[in-house]
C-alpha cells in the first residue's frame, strides 16, 4: 500500500553535491523510519541512511560526513544530501521503509564522473 517515489538523480562531476528525493504516497513519512539505499552495477543493495520518527539518523560509514539525511514532514518527502561525490558512488538509489526487504520502486540513478 505504501509506495515511494525517487527524483533528484543526474550525473555530477566528482567533489559535486545533488540531493535525492524520496515522495511518499499519502502522509505517511512521518509515521515511518526511513532508510536510503544503493546498487551499483554487479554489487548488492547497500544500506546508506535511516531517519528514525523522532528525528534520530544513522550512517553506513562509506558514507559518513559526506551525506546526510533528513525530512520535511509538512511535503511528506525525505531527502538525502549528497556531498562530496565519489565515482564510486555512482549507483541507483531507493527509499523505502527502514529495514523493509520488499516494495521497492525504480530508484533514480547517480552518475559521478569527469
Known amino acids: 500500500q505504501v509506495q515511494f517515489v525517487e527524483s533528484g538523480g543526474g550525473w555530477v562531476q566528482p567533489g559535486g553535491s545533488l540531493r535525492l528525493s524520496c515522495a511518499a504516497s499519502?502522509?505517511?513519512?512521518?509515521?515511518?523510519?526511513m532508510g536510503w539505499y544503493r546498487q551499483a552495477p554487479g554489487k548488492q543493495r547497500e544500506f546508506l541512511a535511516a531517519?528514525?520518527?523522532?528525528?534520530?539518523?544513522i550512517y553506513a560509514d562509506s558514507v559518513k560526513g559526506r551525506f546526510a539525511i533528513f525530512r520535511d514532514n509538512a511535503k511528506n518527502t525525505v531527502y538525502l544530501q549528497m556531498n562530496i561525490l565519489k565515482p564510486e558512488d555512482t549507483a541507483v538509489y531507493y527509499c523505502?521503509?527502514?529495514?523493509?526487504?520488499?516494495?521497492w520502486g525504480q530508484g533514480t540513478q547517480v552518475t559521478v564522473s569527469s
Open positions: 499519502g502522509r505517511i513519512i512521518n509515521t515511518y523510519n
Open positions: 531517519i528514525t520518527t523522532p528525528g534520530s539518523t
Open positions: 523505502n521503509l527502514w529495514g523493509s526487504t520488499s516494495g
